[in-house]
Each structure stands twice: as C-alpha cells, then as structure tokens.
C-alpha cells in the first residue's frame, strides 16, 4: 500500500494545468451505454475511478480502447452482453450505479448491486429508484441487488425529494428514450449534470433547462454516438487554490474553467488569497495572514461539499474563529481527528464543526479516509512543520491525476514510497 510522505514548509510556485472533472468523466461514460457504436471522450483524467468503470463497462460487453495516455477513451457499446454491476465494482466505486438509468433505457433492464453506507455518510439511492418507477419501471431488491425493469418507459413528471447528483444523471438518461414528455423537478445544477445533458443532446436527446432546477426531455426513438470532451475538474482546481491559500508563493492553474467554482473561488478572496482570473486560467498568490471565514456547503452554485474538507486545511492556519457547517452529507467530518493529530483546534457540534485557528500544523502520521479526506491532509502536510506520512492514499488516487507529481512540479516535497 502507498503512502506520502511531506515535507512540509516550501512555497508553491510554478504552473499547475487541471484535468478533466472524475464527476463529470464518469456519468458521460455511462451515456456511452445508450447508442451502440463508436464515442469518443476527451480530456479523460488519468484516475482510478475511471479504470473502475471502465472494467464494469468491458464487463457489460462495451469495447473500451484508451489512448494517448488514457486521455482520450474510445467506447464501443454496440454489443451488450450483460445488464448486471456485480458487487465487487459498485462496493469500490458508488458511481457505477449510474449504469441502471442507461441500461433501463436501451435494454429494458439493469441489475446493479446495492451500493452501502459509505465513509461519508449513509448515501441511499431512493431518488434514483423513485424517479425510474414514476417512468413507470418496476423496481425489485433482493439478495443485496436491485433491479429495475420496463421495457417501455413513459414520460412523466416527478420531482427530486432532495437535489441528487447521480440522481438526477440516472433519472435524465433513463427519460430519452420514453415515449412523450418527462419533467424532472428539484434536479441537480452541478455543472456535471449540465454536461451530461449537452452531450446527450449532442447524441440526438431532446432535452431543456440543464443548468436549473427543472429539466425537460422529450422522448426519441434512437441516438447516435458522441465526440466530447470532459471539462476541468472544478474540485481539482479548488484544491490547488486552497494549496496557494496556505503556502506562500504564487501559482498559475491552468486549463480550470472559473466559472464552475466561484463560491469557492469568492471564499478563499475572503480568506486574503489574491485571484486573477483569465479565460481558463487562474493565477492566485497566497500572502499575508488567513482571514477565518465560515463556510455552508450546500447543492450548485453553493459551496461544494466536496472543498468542504480542504476549507477547513485552510481555517486550521486560519487567524481567528471559522465555522464549517456541512449540510449534504452526514458524516463528512473525518478529517477532523487527523487534523488535530497535526495541532488543529477543531470542535464538532453535529454538522458544523468549529475550526479555530493556530499559527502552524505540525507533521504527523495520518490516514487517509474517503477522496476529499485525503486531499485535505495532503494540503495540511504541505503548510506544516516537518514531516506528515499519509496512509491509505488509494482514497486520493480515486480522484486526483498525479497529484504528487504536480505539487512537486510546484516546488513541494512529497514523495511516495511503498510499504
Ligand atoms: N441522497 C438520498 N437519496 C438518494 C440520493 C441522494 O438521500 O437517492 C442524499 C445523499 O445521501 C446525500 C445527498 O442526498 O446526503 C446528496 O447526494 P447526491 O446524490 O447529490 O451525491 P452523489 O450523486 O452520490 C455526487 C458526487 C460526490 C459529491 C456529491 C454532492 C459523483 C460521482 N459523486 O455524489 O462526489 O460529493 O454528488 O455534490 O458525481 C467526490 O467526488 O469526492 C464525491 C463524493
């Protein structure tokens, strides 16, 4: 298992170029399952929730060919096989419940093993399976799995009890190909989802209003393959903003879209980081003491839960008080006694947790404990004294290209090592 080892203390300074968005790559994959033929997607990062899906993919029968490095993934699911996730994939990656909305549409059926709690919280998918039953599929669980089915799939008007990312991807592929028109209300405006939508249109879907709360499909007979490419990974480029925030020097974040993280972007102004932004650049320089904000996260254009962890990196240097509340997950606070291992001051009250600020972290020994967990220990490790060894860095490989690589390019000290 690796593991990092920082060395905390250098300032950051040089040119960072982001990758494509895990969380956009992931449902577009899924939408390859919709057309048979040859999609093309560019821009793929070179993470291991990708090859994740990409083994559930070749296991449903879609020919996977990756290029150019893995960033550019050529999907052939012109020959189905298989309608079923087994366990083994969906226990290690959530994400592959987004093949039952795809699978429901173009096969009449789809089995996808039901995914449990996880690390952050009890995450159940009953959106999901509400929005598919009112397109009028049948929904069965037995023996851990569920299985949808219904081979001709209605349009209907349902509304989200809760705003669901994956949710709403799920319920919007199922909805192209029934039959008259279906309203999703309540739905997800993740840039992610907006994607999905566009590149479902660019396949021949006729759908409206991606981007706000009520999205319109009407249904079609068919479509036909898509050429897209991935957009910036907006929590990537979050993270490497808040890097800045805690480290002198200055850095360039290349090929990140702004747009997609402004409430970040506006929090960490607050907390002193200088931004400029520049067509699909941002360069930010991290100087002077860090102003304690407070923080709500909450669904698009709000704080994203998934910056919540690395926020509070940042209020833990913080000169003052900064209260972190945590409103989409239950239990996204595991961080928390890793960072107090490192010399945080941090009190948790149910969802909020009250970060008081100190002058320096110390290097520690931690663990790793979901994907955001570990990328706020690595950024604490990269401001504190001496050296942090974080464990179980498989979490961050989910998620981050190369991270290590590009923080070094930085001027940072972090290797991995293999025990
Ligand atoms: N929820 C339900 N029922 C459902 C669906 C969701 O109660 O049927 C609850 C969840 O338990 C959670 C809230 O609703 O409390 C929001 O969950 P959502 O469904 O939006 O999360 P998700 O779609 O499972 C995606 C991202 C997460 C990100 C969340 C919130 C992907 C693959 N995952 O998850 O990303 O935190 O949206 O923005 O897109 C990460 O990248 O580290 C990550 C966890």
């Given at each position: 298992?690796?593991?990092?080892?920082i060395?905390?203390?250098?300032?950051?300074?040089?040119a960072v170029r982001?990758?494509?968005?895990?969380n956009a790559?992931?449902?577009l994959?899924?939408?390859?399952?919709?057309?048979?033929?040859r999609?093309?997607?560019?821009?793929?990062?070179?993470?291991?929730?990708?090859?994740?899906?990409?083994?559930?993919?070749q296991?449903?029968?879609v020919?996977?060919?990756?290029?150019?490095?893995?960033?550019?993934?050529?999907?052939?699911?012109?020959?189905?096989e298989?309608?079923?996730?087994?366990?083994?994939?969906?226990?290690?990656?959530?994400?592959?419940?987004l093949?039952?909305?795809?699978?429901?549409a173009?096969?009449?059926?789809?089995?996808?093993?039901?995914?449990?709690?996880?690390?952050?919280?009890?995450?159940?998918?009953d959106?999901?399976?509400k929005?598919?039953?009112?397109l009028?599929?049948?929904?069965?669980?037995e023996?851990?799995?569920?299985?949808?089915?219904?081979?001709?799939?209605?349009?209907?008007?349902?509304?989200?009890?809760?705003?669901?990312?994956?949710?709403t991807?799920?319920?919007?592929?199922?909805?192209?190909?029934?039959?008259?028109?279906?309203?999703?209300e309540n739905?997800?405006?993740?840039?992610?989802?907006v994607?999905l939508?566009?590149?479902?249109?660019?396949?021949?879907?006729?759908?409206?209003?991606?981007?706000?709360?009520?999205?319109?499909?009407d249904g079609?007979?068919?479509?036909?393959?898509?050429?897209?490419e991935?957009?910036?990974?907006?929590?990537?480029?979050?993270?490497?903003?808040?890097?800045?925030?805690?480290?002198?020097?200055?850095?360039?974040?290349?090929k990140?879209?702004p747009?997609?993280?402004?409430?970040?972007?506006?929090?960490?102004?607050?907390?002193g980081?200088?931004?400029?932004?520049?067509?699909?650049?941002l360069?930010?320089?991290?100087e002077?003491p860090?102003?304690?904000?407070?923080?709500?996260?909450?669904?698009?254009?709000?704080?994203?839960?998934?910056?919540?962890?690395?926020?509070?990196?940042?209020?833990?240097?913080?000169?003052?008080?900064?209260?972190?509340?945590?409103?989409?997950?239950?239990?996204?606070?595991?961080?928390?006694?890793?960072l107090?291992?490192?010399?945080?001051?941090?009190?948790?009250?149910?969802?909020?947790?009250?970060?008081?600020?100190?002058?320096?972290?110390?290097?520690?020994?931690?663990?790793?404990?979901d994907?955001?967990?570990?990328?706020?220990?690595?950024?604490?490790?990269?401001?504190?004294?001496?050296?942090?060894?974080i464990?179980?860095?498989?979490?961050?490989?989910?998620?981050y290209?190369?991270?290590?690589?590009?923080?070094?390019?930085?001027?940072?000290?972090?290797?991995?090592?293999?025990?």
């Amino acid at each position: 298992m690796d593991q990092l080892v920082i060395e905390g203390g250098r300032p950051l300074r040089g040119a960072v170029r982001i990758a494509g968005a895990k969380n956009a790559v992931l449902p577009l994959m899924t939408a390859a399952l919709l057309a048979p033929g040859r999609h093309v997607l560019r821009n793929v990062p070179q993470v291991v929730d990708v090859r994740t899906m990409s083994r559930l993919l070749q296991h449903l029968g879609v020919r996977v060919e990756s290029v150019d490095e893995g960033r550019t993934l050529y999907l052939d699911s012109s020959l189905l096989e298989r309608v079923e996730a087994p366990y083994d994939l969906v226990k290690t990656m959530r994400a592959s419940v987004l093949v039952l909305g795809p699978l429901l549409a173009r096969k009449g059926r789809a089995q996808v093993s039901l995914p449990g709690g996880c690390a952050i919280g009890a995450r159940p998918i009953d959106q999901h399976l509400k929005g598919l039953q009112a397109l009028g599929a049948k929904v069965e669980l037995e023996h851990g799995y569920v299985t949808v089915k219904g081979a001709s799939l209605k349009g209907a008007c349902l509304r989200f009890g809760i705003s669901t990312v994956t949710g709403t991807a799920n319920v919007l592929m199922a909805a192209v190909f029934a039959e008259g028109r279906t309203l999703l209300e309540n739905a997800a405006c993740e840039p992610e989802v907006v994607e999905l939508a566009r590149a479902l249109q660019q396949m021949g879907a006729h759908i409206e209003g991606e981007g706000t709360e009520v999205i319109t499909v009407d249904g079609v007979e068919r479509l036909k393959p898509f050429d897209w490419e991935v957009i910036p990974d907006r929590i990537e480029t979050g993270t490497f903003l808040a890097a800045a925030r805690m480290n002198p020097g200055e850095i360039l974040v290349e090929k990140c879209r702004p747009a997609d993280l402004q409430s970040v972007i506006e929090k960490l102004r607050a907390t002193g980081l200088r931004v400029e932004e520049n067509g699909n650049s941002l360069w930010v320089k991290g100087e002077g003491p860090i102003r304690s904000v407070d923080v709500k996260t909450g669904a698009y254009p709000g704080f994203p839960t998934d910056m919540q962890a690395q926020m509070m990196a940042v209020l833990s240097i913080g000169e003052g008080i900064g209260v972190v509340t945590e409103t989409i997950f239950e239990n996204r606070f595991t961080h928390v006694s890793e960072l107090r291992r490192m010399g945080a001051h941090i009190q948790v009250e149910g969802r909020t947790a009250i970060v008081k600020g100190g002058p320096w972290l110390s290097g520690a020994p931690v663990m790793a404990s979901d994907l955001r967990a570990s990328a706020c220990l690595v950024l604490a490790g990269l401001a504190a004294k001496g050296a942090t060894t974080i464990s179980r860095v498989y979490h961050l490989d989910r998620g981050y290209e190369a991270i290590e690589m590009k923080l070094r390019g930085l001027g940072a000290s972090i290797t991995r090592v293999r025990v």
